[in-house]
């Protein structure tokens, strides 16, 4: 199973960038999806998931900027992110699993840096 996660770059406050993550090695339709972040120096955090059926949920902090869209056709997550501000840079994760809140795999990460 391989996810690669594409996207990431710098970008200045205010602005936004659309990451993507392409699944493979596994049947993508039946794996809830979701993305994490890591900012140095911090755990890992839960930013927002995708069910199979296309339910999604975000974590407080992303509500309203970030968007998580799914294309099963392209074996495909996305997440849309507005109104980037500094505080959001931070290597970004993909992650798939078959249960809802617990991932079997993950990617290796898309830096975004923002820029004041």
């Known amino acids: 199973v391989q996810l690669q996660a594409s996207g990431g770059g710098s970008v200045q406050a205010g602005g936004f960038l659309r990451l993507s993550c392409a699944a493979s090695?596994?049947?993508?339709?039946?794996?809830?999806m979701a993305w994490f972040r890591q900012i140095p120096g911090k755990e890992r955090e839960f930013l927002a998931r995708?069910?199979?059926?296309?339910?999604?949920f975000y974590a407080d902090f992303v509500k309203g900027r970030f968007t998580i869209s799914r294309v099963n056709a392209k074996n495909t997550v996305y997440l849309q992110m507005n109104s980037l501000e500094p505080e959001d840079t931070a290597v970004y994760f993909c992650?798939?699993?078959?249960?809802?809140?617990?991932?079997?795999?993950w990617g290796q990460g898309t830096l975004v840096t923002v820029s004041s």
């Open positions: 992650a798939a699993g078959t249960i809802l809140t617990a991932y079997e795999y």
């Open positions: 090695g596994l049947t993508f339709r039946n794996y809830h």
């Open positions: 995708i069910s199979r059926s296309g339910i999604t």
